[in-house]
């Protein structure tokens, strides 16, 4: 089979995901939120979370003004999972 004949065959049968492009984002943050009322009692995972909200967030909108609403809060929670994660082995 050559490249030409799965580039036709994939052409006829176009990829369709489960969750369509304008929900993915809203689906993705319910994800994390429940994951974060789930585990409320474990520090490392509610600032691993709040580290990956922080910087999608800051993903969608990267400005100068969000660098240090955003941006360095992100950073400053994975540093502090990442060291502690570190210190424990």
């Known amino acids: 089979m050559s490249l030409n004949d799965v580039w036709a065959a994939a052409a006829s049968n176009p990829y ?3 969750i369509g492009k304008d ?8 994800l994390l939120i429940s994951g974060k009322l789930k585990n409320h009692c474990d520090v490392d995972v509610l600032l691993m979370q709040e580290g ?3 910087t ?3 993903g969608l909108n990267q400005s100068l003004r969000n ?4 941006g360095i809060p992100a950073s ?3 540093g502090y999972v990442l060291v502690m ?3 424990e082995h």
């Open 67 to 70: 660098l240090p609403l955003l």
């Open 85 to 87: 994660q570190e210190n």
């Open 56 to 58: 999608g967030l800051f």
């Open 16 to 18: 369709s995901p489960v």
């Open 76 to 78: 400053l929670a994975f």
């Open 23 to 30: 929900s993915q984002f809203a689906v993705g943050f319910s």
């Open 52 to 54: 990956l909200i922080l």
